[in-house]
């Protein structure tokens, strides 16, 4: 009988996300030193998705055994967090009035730290943290981007026609387009770029026109070990918040509570569904995590609504845990919400506007959720579907969502995949190093 041959692919070309590979959980075959550029690291819950990346990411990596450096900003008033590795090392500098990073201060650390012990195997910046004028010619390097101009343009068209007669038409659509052609003239300045979803690793191949063997898909990944499926702590975060056990159905949104997040849509959904009808009001709640200007708006809406405040991560977990769908309606088509995939590893079906990263990436099919146009209309029409589909029919699909959540979405998997990446950006041909190959494994 003939053998079958395992296929050896080409890493640096591979087309889709590198998350779907299986790479070793053994310890890594060398370990890297890394520099890491990023405007700013997180303090506590107060992180958006680029910072809870950065930490989620080189944290796993610095467990890992990797020697790390992180150049970021100092932060303004509050004390920087300690963490347990000796391999860890953060060169705080002032950040500049616009709260950036400080380019020529900035290179300046990470030259000194290029040139004591040895040099850095890999940079890694996230977004601009290392703007294009530093990055050239560094062939070892990877930025990876939470979001671009082109991707932009979509959330602009919706807050356009979301805008009311009243308010002043913005020049943001116009702006952006310009904004898109300076990208696209100093992207190539980055010698490896990382999208964070399929559609970004697309149109960086297309409109932006880096060389397919440049550009990498490593979708985002969030911690498996904290969110994961927990009924008990689900059922005591219902009763510690007071959510009554007569409701049917809870709803459940996170982060911060602002406009271009479409909580105006979803409060004016929510509003007028309450109002036109009495089977779902006494039915449905909805929890609300997070702060922001809405969330006044939100406790305007009565006993439907429980606005919570920001949680920390622990809260966020057993949050996921206590409801039955989450909803996410943000107008904002920036890479892969870290929200979407907590809710699904936790076990629960996802709702979410019909942006291209997320329908591309993330909700591929009616099995894991729901996706809506950012119309009230539409936003309504899913909402009652949730509502008379059921917990039964809620529960499965969000069996369906943990496990894809699994395949594809865990820190682990992203962490692995970054390794490879920087393993084949640090590779030693002449020691006969072959990291930018995958030998598949026969099924």
């Known amino acids: 009988?003939?053998?079958?041959?395992?296929?050896?692919?080409?890493?640096?070309?591979?087309?889709?996300?590198?998350?779907?590979?299986?790479?070793?959980?053994?310890?890594?075959?060398?370990?890297?030193?890394?520099?890491?550029?990023?405007?700013?690291?997180?303090?506590?819950?107060?992180?958006?998705?680029?910072?809870?990346?950065?930490?989620?990411?080189?944290?796993?990596?610095?467990?890992?055994?990797?020697?790390?450096?992180?150049?970021?900003?100092?932060?303004?008033?509050?004390?920087?967090?300690?963490?347990?590795f000796n391999n860890l090392r953060f060169h705080l500098s002032k950040p500049t009035a616009s709260g950036y990073l400080d380019q020529a201060l900035v290179w300046k650390l990470f030259q000194t730290q290029n040139s004591t012990g040895r040099p850095f195997d890999v940079i890694h910046t996230e977004s601009v943290g290392l703007m294009h004028t530093r990055s050239r010619n560094q062939t070892n390097l990877a930025v990876t981007w939470h979001g671009i101009a082109y991707e932009?343009?979509?959330?602009?068209?919706?807050?356009?026609?979301?805008?009311?007669?009243?308010?002043?038409?913005?020049?943001?659509?116009?702006?952006?387009v310009t904004k898109v052609v300076e990208e696209v003239r100093f992207f190539p300045s980055y010698a490896h770029h990382v999208a964070t979803s399929d559609h970004v690793g697309d149109v960086l191949k297309r409109i932006y026109m880096i060389?397919?063997?440049?550009?990498?898909?490593?979708?985002?990944?969030?911690?498996?070990?904290?969110?994961?499926?927990?009924?008990?702590?689900?059922?005591?975060?219902?009763?510690?918040?007071?959510?009554p056990e007569s409701k049917t159905l809870v709803l459940g949104m996170a982060g911060r509570l602002v406009k271009d997040k479409g909580h105006p849509l979803m409060f004016e959904a929510l509003k007028q569904?309450?109002?036109?009808?009495?089977?779902?009001?006494?039915?449905?709640?909805?929890l609300v995590a997070g702060n922001g200007p809405w969330g006044a708006r939100y406790r305007?809406?009565?006993?439907?609504?429980?606005?919570?405040?920001?949680?920390e991560?622990?809260?966020?977990?057993?949050?996921?845990?206590?409801?039955?769908?989450?909803?996410?309606?943000?107008?904002?088509?920036?890479?892969?919400?870290?929200?979407?995939?907590?809710?699904?590893?936790?076990?629960?079906?996802?709702?979410?506007?019909?942006?291209?990263?997320?329908?591309?990436?993330?909700?591929?099919?009616?099995?894991?959720?729901?996706?809506?146009?950012?119309?009230?209309?539409s936003l309504k029409k899913t909402l009652y579907r949730v509502w008379y589909n059921g917990r039964g029919d809620l529960k499965q699909k969000g069996h369906a969502a943990r496990q894809r959540g699994l395949q594809l979405f865990t820190a682990t998997k992203m962490a692995s995949a970054y390794e490879r990446l920087f393993l084949c950006l640090s590779n030693d041909e002449k020691n006969g190093e072959n990291y930018c190959q995958y030998q598949a494994p026969l099924h």
């Open 1 to 84: 009988m003939e053998q079958k041959q395992s296929q050896i692919i080409e890493l640096l070309s591979f087309p889709s996300a590198w998350n779907q590979l299986a790479f070793s959980s053994n310890p890594p075959p060398k370990l890297l030193k890394i520099a890491l550029f990023v405007k700013k690291w997180p303090h506590r819950s107060q992180a958006g998705g680029l910072e809870r990346h950065a930490l989620t990411l080189h944290l796993a990596l610095a467990k890992r055994g990797h020697e790390l450096h992180i150049f970021t900003t100092s932060p303004p008033n509050s004390s920087f967090p300690r963490y347990p």
């Open 152 to 176: 932009t343009i979509h959330s602009d068209i919706i807050q356009e026609l979301l805008r009311s007669p009243e308010e002043p038409q913005g020049y943001a659509l116009a702006e952006r």
């Open 211 to 243: 060389p397919d063997e440049r550009v990498h898909i490593i979708l985002n990944g969030v911690d498996e070990e904290i969110f994961k499926p927990d009924i008990v702590k689900g059922k005591d975060f219902k009763k510690r918040f007071g959510v």
């Open 273 to 286: 569904m309450l109002s036109e009808n009495d089977a779902f009001r006494h039915s449905v709640v909805l």
């Open 300 to 311: 305007d809406l009565g006993s439907n609504v429980l606005v919570l405040g920001p949680l």
């Open 313 to 377: 991560q622990a809260q966020l977990a057993d949050f996921y845990n206590a409801i039955d769908i989450f909803v996410n309606p943000t107008l904002r088509a920036q890479g892969l919400d870290h929200t979407l995939l907590e809710a699904m590893l936790s076990g629960k079906p996802v709702m979410a506007t019909r942006l291209a990263s997320t329908t591309g990436s993330v909700v591929v099919g009616t099995e894991v959720g729901y996706t809506f146009s950012p119309t009230i209309a």
